[in-house]
């Protein structure tokens, strides 16, 4: 059941920032109390929404490394433009939302249970 739940706020994450904009930009609230509201769901979205590095640190070390090694060695080739380029990638992919990585952390702990 949690699953579900966790996986529909994933798909409502966009539907919270179109709302808190369309609120903050046309309908200009005056009220403290709906203002500090807003304020609070903001806060808990841009929380949830950070990103952490959970990759490999190993790897990029190790892949760097081998791209020094063939630019050292070969210069600057095709492959070296691909192989930065994978490691970049790889890099950004390996940022995570703080929700998933929650996400994961229910799950073990679901298991655990068990």
């Not at 929380?47 to 070390?61: E, Q």
């Not at 930065?84 to 249970?113: N, W």
């Amino acid at each position: 059941m949690a699953k579900i739940w966790l996986q529909s706020q994933r798909q409502t994450s966009n539907i919270y920032e179109t709302g808190l904009d369309y609120i903050n930009k046309y309908l200009l609230p005056t009220n403290t109390d709906i203002i500090e509201r807003i304020k609070v769901f903001s806060d808990v979205y841009a929380d949830r929404t950070r990103r952490a590095f959970t990759g490999s640190k190993w790897i990029i070390g190790c892949s760097a490394a081998v791209g020094v090694l063939f630019v050292w060695s070969g210069g600057i080739t095709t492959f070296i433009f691909i192989h930065f380029l994978g490691l970049l990638f790889y890099i950004l992919s390996s940022r995570t939302s703080f929700y998933t990585i929650e996400k994961g952390c229910l799950d073990l702990v679901a298991v655990l249970e068990y």
